[in-house]
Each structure stands twice: as structure tokens, then as C-alpha cells.
T-cell receptor, first 116, second 114 residues
Framework: AQSVTQPDIHITVSEGASLELRCNYS??????LFWYVQSPGQGLQLLLK??????LVQGIKGFEAEFKRSQSSFNLRKPSVHWSDAAEYFC??????????????FGRGTSLIVHP | ETGVTQTPRHLVMGMTNKKSLKCEQH?????MYWYKQSAKKPLELMFV???????ENNSVPSRFSPECPNSSHLFLHLHTLQPEDSALYLC?????????????FGQGTRLTVV
């Protein structure tokens, strides 16, 4: 079964600084990988996804993530954080085309705090 | 707007009440999910329906009863809840094994049990 680890519970950055949120997964083959964002009291919104192909994927709101098979990682990055990016970020993994559970498994989430 | 609509957005109920949460999707998806999100806890998968058949039930207490009358609608019937059941209940949908599996979420129902 697949699993996801987000090692950072909280991350604090200054507005305008760069950001990297870490995500590691455990799965036997190449999975489908996702990053979601959740604003307070809201549902989860998809930021970006990786299914296959180019390992650097671009998402909405200026976010990108890089799939590194050798490290079993899918870290989320943004070059310059805005105050509105303060939210909870979730990494998720689902089985890829090789089969297995299609049900997405979520990490515990990383809370992003942005200082002015 | 994600294509997944949940009602009501907020619900306050007593421990002896019976209420239902509703979820609706018109994305043509075959799988629908209920998640529970409590403060300071990870997302807990409660139920999964695939093609209207329940395929996963993660040891959820019987006071939560799901219903999936068709592929577009999912309900969560609640009765004799406990205060610790207060949480944000999220509904999601996705394509089944046949396709890409990104999940689309509703905005959630904030449930408070008093």
C-alpha cells in the first residue's frame, strides 16, 4: 500500500522569500502524485499533479513540484511567497498505471505561515 | 467551484438528533469518498464508493451511515453522534481505476455536535 510523509508540520517564511515543502512517498512503482492546498474552513484545491513525463510540473498560483524517483520525493516549491499563500498544504499519492489502489492517500499536511 | 457540492456548509446538532450530509458531483466520476478532518489530525478516509458500491469502510462507527443512490450523489447519515465527532466532513470524487485519479473536493460541512 502507498504512504506519504510530510516531515514538516509547520513552515514559516517571510513574504517574498522562496518556499519548499517536502513530501516523500512509499510505493513500489511510479505513482500518481498530487499537491493540494486548503484555506481555513474550505475544501482541498488541487495545485498540481504528476502522472508521467517531465518530472518538473507546473501548477496554479506559481507553484511547481519536482518528482525525484531516486529520492521518492515530490517537493513543492515557489520562488516568491505571497501572504495569501498561508494555508495548509497536503501531498497525496495514488497508484499509477501499474495498478493498485486508486484511492488517494494523504500526508498529514504542512501549515504554511507567512510573515509580512 | 470544483464540481463537487456539499450541503449544508454548517451543521449544529444535538447528540440525539438525526441529520444527513449531502454531496453531489456532475463530473462523470465513478468514485466518491467521505473524509473526516479533525483539528490537528490528518485526513481520515471514512468510506469509498465505486460505481455505487461501497469498496472501503475504515472502521467507522455505526452512527455514521453512508448511502450512494447513484454515481452523482453521496449521503452521510448521522445519528446519536458524540461531541468528538465534531469536525469538517469532506466529500470528494475521482475517476475510477480506468482513468487519472485526481480527487476533486467539495468545500466541506462543518459539523458541531453539542
Amino acid at each position: 500500500a502507498q504512504s506519504v510523509t510530510q516531515p514538516d508540520i509547520h513552515i514559516t517564511v517571510s513574504e517574498g522569500a522562496s518556499l519548499e515543502l517536502r513530501c516523500n512517498y512509499s510505493y513500489g512503482a511510479t505513482p500518481y502524485l498530487f499537491w493540494y492546498v486548503q484555506s481555513p474552513g474550505q475544501g482541498l484545491q488541487l495545485l498540481l499533479k504528476y502522472f508521467s513525463g517531465d518530472t518538473l510540473v507546473q501548477g496554479i498560483k506559481g507553484f511547481e513540484a519536482e518528482f525525484k524517483r531516486s529520492q521518492s520525493s515530490f517537493n513543492l516549491r515557489k520562488p516568491s511567497v505571497h501572504w495569501s499563500d498561508a494555508a495548509e498544504y497536503f501531498c497525496a499519492v495514488a497508484a499509477g498505471a501499474s495498478g493498485g489502489s486508486y484511492i488517494p492517500t494523504f500526508g498529514r499536511g504542512t501549515s504554511l505561515i507567512v510573515h509580512p | 467551484e470544483t464540481g463537487v457540492t456539499q450541503t449544508p456548509r454548517h451543521l449544529v446538532m444535538g447528540m440525539t438528533n438525526k441529520k444527513s450530509l449531502k454531496c453531489e458531483q456532475h463530473l462523470g466520476h465513478n468514485a466518491m469518498y467521505w473524509y473526516k478532518q479533525s483539528a490537528k489530525k490528518p485526513l481520515e478516509l471514512m468510506f469509498v464508493y465505486s460505481l455505487e458500491e461501497r469498496v472501503e469502510n475504515n472502521s467507522v462507527p455505526s452512527r455514521f451511515s453512508p448511502e450512494c443512490p447513484n454515481s452523482s450523489h453521496l449521503f452521510l447519515h448521522l445519528h446519536t453522534l458524540q461531541p468528538e465527532d465534531s469536525a469538517l466532513y469532506l466529500c470528494a470524487s475521482s475517476q475510477d481505476r480506468a482513468g487519472r485519479t485526481e480527487a476533486f473536493f467539495g468545500q466541506g460541512t462543518r459539523l458541531t455536535v453539542v
